[in-house]
């Protein structure tokens, strides 16, 4: 697990800004855990804060290893899921191996086979090998992974966060089409871009070359096949892709724990890594007074404690129960912002953190079952009509609403125009008509992608390493090409799933209505949040006046959220979340010195 930074000018000699790349590299190590390393090059400067779970003692990098008179260097951060496979087909090659470590897979699976290597990986990564004359960068099939670049003058600038690219650049700037992004599409954001000014991401799947020029490709999609098995070897085949894909995610040389929520994505990746780890430790999140004032509602029907007691009487793990406090929640946002470099989830994101770092005190590798949702088609917008039908993303609701509350500047950008082009642009990249396709893949390539910068950049910031088992290509091509009629096996969200693990997981648990990652219900959050962010009002440089009618801006403080009656994104951001949200963007107009062109 690590962050990485480069600075490439293949025209210039680079090494009078060493000092830049110490300065970027340094803004990665958020706790005392881990080291930062340089490697310096008259074309490439490399940098990163390494923490690694495998070969603890010989594993540091940036790696460095020369091949036929041309020295190669590399920086890496991920899990290769079938190294070993990799380095007997290297060796079977000539190559020998100084480490155990999948760096050295990497870097040598490169050297013997170039970009074709990226379709043998299995796993999760971004990296960046440069060669004296040319930098090859890749990110993985779905985008576990984060990575952003900038391309200033013949300069080429990439890092694991954008603030290290802030920092290099001086300045934060947010354009119009930035403006577009944060406000009708925000949190989630367009494949490939940023809300920042001349800052784009590298998207999953791609890979680029930078030498004389910067050229991107794509190199793995989501594509037909014929699906030949019947339901009942469907349901065998999803059950073995699974087990599969957790069991590789369970090597380490450090103890592992899962996050456990007594929901069916978490309980099976539980039931698996028990059976492989006899002292394997749970976590789970709740909050103070959340039995007092918890209220069911569509999208939440259930508390968490008697299903998580369920699974614990069954596999007897070492579980740790984590209760945040309303306050260290609001006091977190700040934070979760800054881990993210703008706003995200709000309160979702400064409870993950605080969760995240509870965790880190006894483990640095935790499993998590997010992603089976967008992949197995847990959300409602999979088998609602009204909403996989509307003519635009369907996690969106009610935009003209939304788009009421901005101030007349803001409504001259024609947000709704630039959501619809944007769904459309995304729909033309695959070539289906089949809605059940075109939802796996919007959710992938937009809304998975919110939930992973979440992921992410919050358990980086708490140092641990947080595993998606879920997150495989195998199993969402798989899902890609199934009869939708196998997905919702008895009208089931997700009813393949809860299908081929029934004989791992309790009745109830296995059959369990989704619940998302729970939010607090406390009045006592509802109250803090609405004195913070009407105390943000009172300074006159808010930036939520640059995007909001003032007078409506007020009228939702003063309601406390009650005056949008939709979620703002998604199926949790309303009420208090959204004001949350808000204090969020305050925080980072005034944080980042945003300096707004539109």
Not at 277 to 296: A, H
Not at 410 to 429: F, G, T
């Amino acid at each position: 697990m690590c962050g990485i930074n480069i600075i490439a000018n293949y025209f210039e000699d680079v090494h009078e800004q060493s000092l830049k790349i110490e300065n970027m590299t340094s803004l990665l190590k958020h706790t005392d855990s881990g080291t930062l390393n340089y490697s310096y090059d008259k074309h490439c400067l490399m940098g990163c804060h390494y923490l690694s779970v495998f070969d603890l003692e010989t594993g540091q990098q940036p790696l460095t290893y020369e091949y036929k008179g041309v020295t190669y260097r590399i920086v890496y951060n991920g899990e290769l899921y079938n190294m070993i496979e990799l380095k007997n087909q290297l060796m079977t090659l000539g190559f020998t191996f100084t480490t155990t470590n999948d760096v050295e897979v990497v870097l040598k699976s490169y050297i013997a086979w170039k970009e074709k290597c990226l379709s043998m990986f299995e796993g999760v990564f971004v990296f960046a090998i440069d060669d004296g004359n040319q930098l090859f960068v890749a990110r993985d099939p779905l985008g576990v992974k984060p990575l952003y670049y900038s391309l200033q003058n013949q300069t080429l600038v990439i890092a694991s966060e954008i603030k290290c690219l802030l920092q290099y650049i001086g300045k934060a700037i947010v354009d119009k089409d930035g403006v577009k992004e944060l406000l009708a599409l925000g949190p989630s954001l367009t494949p490939g871009r940023t809300i920042y000014k001349d800052i784009y991401s590298l998207r999953p799947g791609h890979y680029m070359t930078y030498q004389k020029t910067l050229n991107i490709h794509r190199y793995w999609i989501l594509h037909d096949e014929d699906h030949k098995e019947n339901l009942e070897n469907t349901i065998l085949k999803v059950k073995k892709l699974v087990i599969e894909s957790v069991q590789k995610q369970l090597l380490s040389q450090l103890p592992l724990s899962t996050m456990l929520s007594g929901g069916l994505d978490s309980s099976i990746i539980t039931a698996i890594a028990k059976q492989h780890d006899n002292n394997l430790s749970t976590y789970s999140i709740t909050y103070e007074d959340q039995e007092k004032y918890f209220k069911s509602y569509d999208y939440q029907t259930t508390m968490d404690d008697e299903y998580i007691q369920e699974m614990l009487k069954l596999y007897s793990t070492d579980h740790h129960k984590i209760t945040l406090k309303q306050e260290d929640l609001i006091n977190a946002l700040e934070e979760a912002m800054i881990a993210r470099d703008m706003p995200g989830m709000a309160d979702i994101d400064s409870s993950f953190l605080l969760f995240s770092k509870d965790i880190s005190h006894h483990h640095k590798v935790c499993l998590s079952g997010e992603c089976a949702d967008e992949i197995f088609g847990g959300y409602p917008w999979f088998y609602k009509e009204e909403l996989y039908n509307q003519p635009y993303f369907p996690w969106m609701r009610d935009l003209d609403l939304k788009i009421d509350l901005f101030n007349d500047k803001v409504k001259e950008l024609n947000l709704k125009d630039y959501i619809i082009q944007r769904y459309n642009e995304s729909l033309k990249e695959i070539s289906t008509t089949d809605k059940k396709k075109q939802l796996i893949y919007l959710n992938m390539e937009w809304f998975m992608q919110t939930l992973l910068a979440r992921a992410d950049s919050q358990t980086m910031r708490a140092s641990i390493d947080v595993r998606v088992p879920f997150a495989s290509t195998k199993i969402i091509q798989y899902l890609y090409n199934m009869p939708t009629d196998y997905m919702f096996i008895n009208n089931e969200e997700k009813g393949i799933l809860r299908k081929a693990f029934e004989d791992f997981l309790p009745e109830d648990i296995a059959h369990r209505k989704k619940n998302p990652f729970p939010k607090t219900h406390s009045p006592v959050y509802t109250k803090l949040i609405s004195k913070k962010l009407k105390e943000s009002l009172k300074d006159s440089s808010n930036i939520l006046y640059q995007f909001f009618d003032k007078d409506k801006l007020i009228e939702f403080v003063e309601s406390e959220g009650k005056t949008l009656k939709a979620p703002w994104f998604g199926q949790l951001m309303m009420g208090p979340q959204l004001m949350a949200y808000f204090y969020q963007m305050y925080l980072w107009g005034k944080i980042y010195h945003i300096q707004l062109e539109f």
